[in-house]
């Protein structure tokens, strides 16, 4: 028995045979097919609300313009536009089921929104779905558009949507180490670099470094998100907009602009519009910086928070589950780990769309649907991690202000501190006295009358403070 034969189904033909249907179900032929011979993943075109939505409302703004052109009834236009929202409601999810992955340049992913789309607006109107007698999905619910056109347009539609809740994640994320940055503004801090000793510095420097970066990649997230408010719709098939009436586009764009609440555009040159995706490697390339930054960040969590007793320890992270089926009390820095083989996925990601960007051909580019799915899967993987490592790890950071300092003052960095007022030769000799006998300078100094441990302090205090003016 057929995947999608039923006891009560309805039953439609197609070029290639008889195929059945469930007569519960939404989809048709196209829909099957493109399961059959494309189903490669787990994941269907309704697997991101955004996407399956986006789509749905290119079909609503079309329906309007059309209806405005003259070439859809109000009828049909009120049919469609009802379908749409059901869709965009979830109640259409399982009949839309074409692979996210499918291969046949979006044409399946189309067809099958375009089926559903058109069974479901017959069922408003009082017909049986299957016949199309009043709503076709190509006559009606496509007319004026192609995949080529609607597909991409979809894309930048659902990835503008996505990444709006990635932006808020990551400039709450900034706010939180701006926190952080206050709260261990008077933490004196040993500064490292090649992961050796280097200067004295403060805790909260270390923050207001990373909440620097995190502010900046939320304005590089906002910038290139704005580049995906140029849309292909209207091009039809390869840019020349052949197939719709001429004041087709600048009313789909006014009725998608009411329907999204964003204002979309037409592109200056549609031929450019259809034949390249470099919007798209932007983007994944801002995701993927994004997760390489932060992983950076969590990395150094990662490392200053070790030990306990064996590592550095000048961090204390929430403890949020054990580390170990072996070793009692061990408790690992899940979250930051986290972070960071989050960014290996995003990174990898990257790659797919860089390759899917560049072998697009001549006036189309038909690897959408890997760019899709990886972009989409990247935005998924940020947003929820970015979250979860704001909420579990990062607001409960606390600090050893006594194991800073001691690393601080019992290291060579302060050599550094001291120059401006005992001279460069002079703490030469007192660091190489101490690496020697194996005791911290500042023991050394005050044993020797040459400086008090008050005096040092203060010395070290100052050189913790930046030099220039903010």
């Known amino acids: 028995m057929n995947t999608f034969e039923h006891n009560d189904a309805r039953q439609e033909r197609d070029y290639v045979g008889n195929v059945q249907i ?78 996210l992955m499918e291969g046949s340049g979006g044409t399946s992913t189309n ?10 607006a017959q069922q408003v109107l009082g017909h049986p779905a299957g016949t199309y007698e009043v709503v076709h999905p190509n006559d009606h619910v496509n007319i004026s558009q192609s995949t080529n056109d609607v597909y991409p347009a979809a894309m930048k539609i659902a990835t503008y949507a996505m990444m709006g809740p990635l932006i808020t994640e990551v400039e709450k994320l900034a706010g939180q180490f701006d926190q952080q940055a206050e709260q261990f503004a008077d933490v004196l801090h040993l500064g490292r670099t090649c992961l050796q000793d280097a200067q004295p510095m403060r805790l909260g420097q270390l923050f207001s470094g990373y909440a620097a970066l995190t502010h900046r990649l939320a304005a590089e997230l ?39 609440g964003v204002e979309y555009l037409a592109p200056s040159n549609s031929f450019d519009a259809m034949q390249n995706m470099d919007v798209f490697s932007r983007v994944s390339s801002e995701l993927r910086t994004c997760s390489a930054s932060l992983a950076k960040v969590a990395a150094d969590l990662t490392v200053l928070s070790s030990g306990p007793v064996g590592g550095i320890g000048e961090l204390k992270l929430p403890e949020a589950q054990a580390g170990s089926s072996i070793m009692p009390g061990k408790v690992n820095p899940v979250l930051p780990m986290a972070m960071i083989q989050l960014s290996f996925a995003v990174i990898g990601n990257d790659v797919a769309v860089a390759q899917a960007v560049q072998y697009g051909e001549l006036e189309i580019n038909h690897f959408e649907p890997v760019v899709a799915s990886r972009v989409f899967d ?18 409960g950071i606390t600090a050893d202000a006594a194991r800073n300092a001691q690393h601080l003052t019992e290291s060579m960095a302060v050599a550094t501190a001291l120059v401006p007022t005992l001279g460069y030769a002079q703490v030469s000799k007192l660091a190489r006295q101490s690496v020697a006998e194996g005791r911290s300078l500042l023991a050394i100094l005050e044993e020797s009358g040459v400086l008090s441990r008050a005096d040092a302090m203060a010395a070290i205090d100052k050189a913790s403070y930046p030099v220039f003016d903010h």
């Not at 939404?26 to 789509?55: I, K, M």
């Not at 998100?225 to 209207?234: A, E, F, H, S, W």
């Not at 990247?378 to 607001?395: D, H, P, W, Y």
Request: hydrophobic content about 40%; glycine content about 8%.
């Open 111 to 120: 067809m099958n929104f375009n089926e559903v789309i058109a069974n479901r």
């Open 222 to 260: 906002r910038h290139v998100r704005d580049k995906l408010r140029t849309l292909p719709l209207g091009g039809t098939a390869i840019g020349t907009g052949f197939g719709a009436p001429a004041s087709y586009r600048a009313s789909a764009f006014q009725h998608l602009g009411a329907i999204t």
């Open 378 to 395: 990247s935005i998924t993987l940020l947003t929820n991690g970015i979250q979860r490592f704001r909420e579990k790890c990062v607001a």
């Open 22 to 99: 469930p007569g519960d179900k939404l989809y048709g032929v196209n829909s099957v097919r493109g399961f059959e011979n494309l189903g490669v993943s787990p994941l269907s075109v309704a697997h991101y609300p955004a996407f399956r939505d986006a789509f749905a409302q290119c079909k609503w703004a079309a329906a309007l313009a059309n209806l405005d052109s003259g070439i859809l009834n109000s009828e049909t236009s009120s049919a469609i536009i009802q379908a749409c929202k059901d869709v965009i409601d979830g109640k259409c999810d399982d009949s839309l089921i074409v692979d």
